[in-house]
T-cell receptor, first 113, second 112 residues
Framework: DVKVTQSSRYLVKRTGEKVFLECVQD?????MFWYRQDPGLGLRLIYF???????EKGDIPEGYSVSREKKERFSLILESASTNQTSMYLC????????????FGPGTRLTVT | AQSVTQPDIHITVSEGASLELRCNYS??????LFWYVQSPGQGLQLLLK??????LVQGIKGFEAEFKRSQSSFNLRKPSVHWSDAAEYFC??????????FGAGTRLFVKA
């Protein structure tokens, strides 16, 4: 089974802190994604990566950065957390072929106080 | 602009009753369409997808969906709902350039 794991299920941080969310996949997928999920808004793409050290902005990249130093790991970084970044963060991976199916991690619920 | 609309924020059905979740999309070319399910506390799981061919597609857990180009719809159906189907359901379209566009989701409640 494809497995996508996220480092934390729940996280509470203070405003201004630097926050790291880690995601690891075990299926050698080329593509990895970070989404933000908010009620009534569905999933919105923050960043994605199609190869090691390669990254592209999604629809809402402001306030976030990412890092992909190894193929299996994709990190989301909040440089200075703000209360409006309180949300559920979902990581996903996808193979480089044309199946387009994404495999999701369980999510990290981040609260910024 | 590409978009996905799920008109129902939540739906309640009785266990054993049939289910239909609506999805409308806006996309210029032939769409690649998906339905995902998110059970409480979990990530999304693919139920089914449509790329081409037969417009009625079968998925996991007894779900099916029908692609209707004339109506720009891709509705999800199940003939008999089980209590374990209570979850949030997302319709999505492959937008190209690595971007998948998700609808806002429909939360399904199942009553005994």
């Amino acid at each position: 089974d494809v497995k996508v794991t996220q480092s934390s299920r729940y996280l509470v941080k203070r405003t201004g802190e630097k926050v790291f969310l880690e995601c690891v996949q075990d299926m050698d997928h080329e593509n990895m994604f970070w989404y933000r999920q908010d009620p009534g808004l569905g999933l919105r793409l923050i960043y994605f990566s199609y190869d090691v050290k390669m990254k592209e902005k999604g629809d809402i990249p402001e306030g976030y950065s990412v890092s992909r130093e190894k193929k299996e790991r994709f990190s989301l970084i909040l440089e200075s957390a703000s209360t409006n970044q309180t949300s559920m963060y979902l990581c996903a991976s996808r193979p480089g072929d044309s199946t387009y199916e994404q495999y999701f991690g369980p999510g990290t619920r981040l609260t910024v106080t | 602009a590409q978009s996905v609309t799920q008109p129902d924020i939540h739906i309640t059905v009785s266990e054993g009753a049939s289910l239909e979740l609506r999805c409308n999309y806006s996309y210029g070319a032939t769409p690649y369409l998906f339905w995902y399910v998110q059970s409480p506390g979990q990530g999304l799981q693919l139920l089914l997808k449509y790329f081409s061919g037969d417009t009625l597609v079968q998925g996991i857990k007894g779900f099916e969906a029908e692609f209707k180009r004339s109506q720009s719809s891709f509705n999800l159906r199940k003939p008999s709902v089980h209590w374990s189907d209570a979850a949030e359901y997302f319709c999505a379209v492959e937008g190209g350039g690595f971007k998948t566009i998700f609808g806002a989701g429909t939360r399904l409640f199942v009553k005994a």
